[in-house]
C-alpha cells in the first residue's frame, strides 16, 4: 500500500549501512523504494560529509528494493553510549573480553574509548600496551591516554601503584571512577567499561551515577561461574541497566601440539544458562594459547585478522546491534 512502511527492505538497508555509516546511521525508514535516512554528522566538516553521503548511496545501490535514497544530516551532539563488562567473580576473561570488544568495535567503525574500573587488577594498560604513561589533565578533567591500537584508555592503573587502590573506601573509589568516565572523551561515540569482579559497592555505584546503555556478562562454561554470573545479571537487572547477553570464555581447547579438542571447562554452559534466563548469547571464545601470549604481550587479538580475531569480532557486531537498536 502507498506510504506503508517496507520493514523488510528497512532491514537491508540497515545492513547495508552497518559499514558505511555505522553508528552515524540515526534512522532509516523505507517506504515505495524510497530510503530516507537520518545521518548524524556531529564533528564531521564538510569533505568528511560528503564522503559520507556518497559512501553510504554507493552501499545502496546494489538493492533493487530501494530506487531512491533521501539523505538527512543532523549535527546534534550524540549521547555517549556505555557498554559495562561485568563478571560474576575474577579470572574468567572479563578484562581481556573489555580490551578486545573495545578493539573491534573500533575497527567496525565506532569510536571506542575504554575505561578500567577494575580497581583489584587494573590490567587493561597492560592489555593496550599503554603501561606506565600518566594521564594529563585538561582543566579539571583527565585526557585519556592514547594506545597503539586506536582504542585511547583510562585505568585506575594509570592512578595509583598496583595494589594501592584495593585498601580505598567505597568513596574514594566511586571519586575516583567518576573521574575515568567523566573524563575528556572527545569524540568517542561508545565507552567500554572494564567492571571489578562481582556485585559489591564500586558495581552498584558504577549504576547508580554513571548509568550504563547495557551490560555484557562474561563467564566460562562450568556451574560454578554461571551461578557467579546470574549474581552479576540479577544486579544488574536490580539496577535497571539492560543486559546485551553473555558470552562464553575459555570453552573449548584445541592442543596445540595434536590439534586435538578437549574441554577443560566443559562448552555450552553459558549458552544454556543465557538461554535458561531468557538473555542473547553473545557468542564463544576458545581457551586459546595465543590469546594470552598475545594478550600478556600487549597485542590484542582483535587487532587482527584471525579465527581469535573473528571471535571478538563476532561478539562486538551483536553488541553494536544492539547499540544500534538502542539509540
Ligand atoms: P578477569 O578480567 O576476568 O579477571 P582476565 O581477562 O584478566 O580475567 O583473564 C585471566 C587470564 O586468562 C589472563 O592471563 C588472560 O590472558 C587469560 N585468558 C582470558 N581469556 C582467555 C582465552 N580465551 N584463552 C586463553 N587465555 C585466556
Redesign the pocket.
Known amino acids: 500500500m502507498a506510504g506503508e512502511e517496507d520493514t523488510d527492505t528497512r532491514n537491508l538497508v540497515e545492513q547495508a549501512l552497518a559499514e558505511a555509516a555505522g553508528p552515524r546511521l540515526q534512522s532509516a525508514r523505507v517506504s515505495d523504494g524510497v530510503a530516507t535516512l537520518v545521518l548524524e554528522v556531529h564533528g564531521l566538516d564538510r569533505l568528511e560529509r560528503d564522503r559520507l553521503e556518497i559512501a553510504v548511496r554507493d552501499a545502496l545501490r546494489p538493492l533493487n528494493a530501494v530506487r531512491e535514497v533521501r539523505v538527512a544530516m543532523t549535527a546534534d551532539k550524540p549521547r555517549r553510549q556505555v557498554i559495562a563488562v561485568g563478571?560474576g567473580?575474577?579470572?574468567?576473561?572479563?578484562?581481556?573480553?573489555?580490551?578486545n570488544l573495545a578493539v573491534a568495535l573500533m575497527r567496525q567503525g565506532r569510536k571506542v574509548g575504554l575505561v578500567d574500573a577494575?580497581i583489584y587488577?587494573p590490567?587493561q594498560p597492560r592489555?593496550l600496551a599503554n603501561e606506565g604513561k600518566r594521564p594529563e589533565a585538561q582543566g579539571n578533567k583527565l585526557v585519556p591516554v592514547p594506545s597503539p591500537w586506536g582504542v585511547p584508555l583510562l585505568s585506575m592503573g594509570h592512578l595509583v601503584q598496583p595494589g594501592q587502590a584495593i585498601a580505598w573506601r567505597g568513596p574514594m573509589t566511586a571519586n575516583a571512577m567518576g573521574q575515568l568516565i567523566d573524563a575528556e572523551w572527545g569524540d568517542a561515540d561508545t565507552l567500554v567499561i572494564?567492571l571489578p569482579?562481582g556485585t559489591g559497592d564500586v558495581q552498584l555505584t558504577m549504576m547508580q551515577k554513571h548509568k550504563p546503555t547495557g551490560a555484557v556478562i562474561?563467564s566460562t562454561p562450568q556451574d560454578l561461574a554461571l551461578m557467579d554470573a546470574a549474581r552479576a545479571i540479577g544486579m544488574f537487572e536490580q539496577g535497571d541497566v539492560p543486559i546485551v547477553g553473555m558470552v562464553e570464555?575459555?570453552?573449548g581447547y584445541i592442543c596445540p601440539h595434536c590439534g586435538e579438542a578437549s574441554e577443560p571447562f566443559g562448552q555450552g554452559g553459558a549458552e544454556a544458562a543465557a538461554k535458561s534466563m531468557g538473555l542473547p548469547f553473545l557468542g564463544r571464545?576458545?581457551?586459546?594459547?595465543t590469546?594470552?601470549q598475545d594478550?600478556?604481550a600487549g597485542r590484542p587479538p582483535a587487532a587482527h585478522d584471525s579465527p581469535q580475531g573473528e571471535a571478538f569480532a563476532a561478539i562486538a557486531r551483536r553488541v553494536a546491534e544492539w547499540l544500534t537498536a538502542r539509540k
Do not use: E, F
Open positions: 563478571s567473580k575474577g579470572g574468567v576473561g572479563k578484562s581481556t573480553l573489555a580490551a577494575d587488577g590490567s592489555l572494564d569482579p562474561v570464555n575459555m570453552a571464545i576458545p581457551l586459546d594459547l590469546i594470552r594478550s600478556d
